[in-house]
């Protein structure tokens, strides 16, 4: 099992920055080596990819709408994952979720096994 927590949401103007934290537990988050992914939800949407990172932390991926924006990163020894988040906009108001996979990369949800709670994220214009 993994347990995964994430936070640092909040409310931002457009053009800041927040950095969100995903703190991960559980035997099996080292145990398979897992991916890490960041998903968001906003209101009457699906959930949408917006980041991965392999195990590694040497391969990255990103939805194109927030390339050159966001950024992932892991510290394993610490169990974390980092999305920092730069020139925010409205658009990317939603709930932010973490979650792990065996699988990288993955951008399907179905590909992964394991979510966090979600964190909000709103962003005023």
């Known amino acids: 099992q993994v347990q995964l927590v994430e936070s640092g949401g909040g409310l931002v103007q457009a053009g800041g920055s927040l950095r969100l934290s995903c703190a991960a537990s559980g035997r099996t988050f080292s145990s398979y080596s897992m991916a890490m992914g960041w998903f968001r939800q906003a209101p009457g949407k699906e959930r949408e990819f917006v980041s991965a990172?392999?195990?590694?932390?040497?391969?990255?991926e990103y939805v194109d709408s927030v390339k050159g924006r966001f950024t992932v990163s892991r510290d394993n020894g610490k169990r974390m994952v980092y999305l920092q988040m730069n020139s925010l906009k409205s658009e990317d108001t939603a709930v932010y979720y973490c979650?792990?996979?065996?699988?990288?990369?993955?951008?399907?949800?179905?590909?992964?096994?394991?979510w966090g709670q979600g964190t909000q994220v709103t962003v005023s214009s």
């Open positions: 990172i392999n195990w590694g932390g040497v391969r990255t």
């Open positions: 979650a792990a996979s065996t699988k990288y990369p993955a951008t399907n949800v179905n590909a992964y096994n394991y």
